[in-house]
Structures are given as structure tokens and as C-alpha cells.
């Protein structure tokens, strides 16, 4: 089994900042990438960022570009979450994900292209 612990979530005001982590621990796996995703109220788990291992590239999605920024070691399968400038919107439950698939790297923008999931970890911004 493979278990992924997400920590760092919390309440904080508009234009502060959080830093989410994720762990992955159990058997040995080939992960090729592993990304974020939030889920608020009443919609969509949508997807937030990706980091592939092959480079070390990070993917966002365009409404957290500039404010969020992915890093993590792939040698200790953690991935990190920096958010910085947080708003309102950002409001959900974080989950995090690893692949053990090797796709392109837009590919990982799919919910589809992750094997493993953690619990989630709630972040709330006040206005």
C-alpha cells in the first residue's frame, strides 16, 4: 500500500500565505510526478499544480500562477506547496497525488493520470 499525508492546511486572512506538504510513504513505487488539487463547496475537484520528476518542471494552473510554486524531492517522494498571496477563492480541501504513469506534462493536469491519493488537508482564507 501506498499512503500519501498531507499537512500544513489551516485558516488565514487574504494575502497571507501557507505551506502545504506531502509525504508519501509504503511499498516502493515508480512515480513519475505528483500534483495538487482542491476541492471547494459544492464543485469540482479541480487541478492546481504538478511537478514531473523527469525535470523537475513544475505545471499550474492560470489562477494560482504566480502565487503558488511547487518543489518537493522526488528521492523522498514529497512534494511541497508554497501559496503565497492567498485569496478567498482559494478556499477547499488540498489533496495531493502521485502517478506512476509517464505521460506528457500537461497530461498530469488530469485527475485521471494519479494512482494515489491522500486525505486532504483544509485550507480557508477570510476576506
Known amino acids: 500500500q501506498v499512503q500519501l499525508a498531507e499537512s500544513g492546511g489551516g485558516l488565514v486572512q487574504a494575502g497571507g500565505s501557507l505551506r502545504l506538504s506531502c509525504a508519501a510513504s509504503?511499498?516502493?513505487?515508480?512515480?513519475?510526478?505528483m500534483g495538487w488539487f482542491r476541492q471547494a463547496p459544492g464543485k469540482e475537484r479541480e487541478f492546481v499544480g504538478a511537478i514531473t520528476w523527469s525535470n523537475s518542471r513544475p505545471y499550474y494552473t492560470d489562477s494560482v500562477k504566480g502565487r503558488f510554486t511547487l518543489s518537493g524531492d522526488n528521492s523522498k517522494k514529497t512534494v511541497y506547496l508554497q501559496m503565497n498571496s492567498l485569496k478567498p477563492e482559494d478556499t477547499a480541501v488540498y489533496y495531493c497525488a502521485a502517478a506512476e504513469g509517464y505521460y506528457t506534462g500537461t497530461s498530469y493536469y488530469r485527475a485521471s493520470a494519479y494512482d494515489y491519493w491522500g486525505q486532504g488537508t483544509q485550507v480557508t482564507v477570510s476576506s
Open positions: 509504503g511499498r516502493t513505487f515508480r512515480n513519475y510526478a
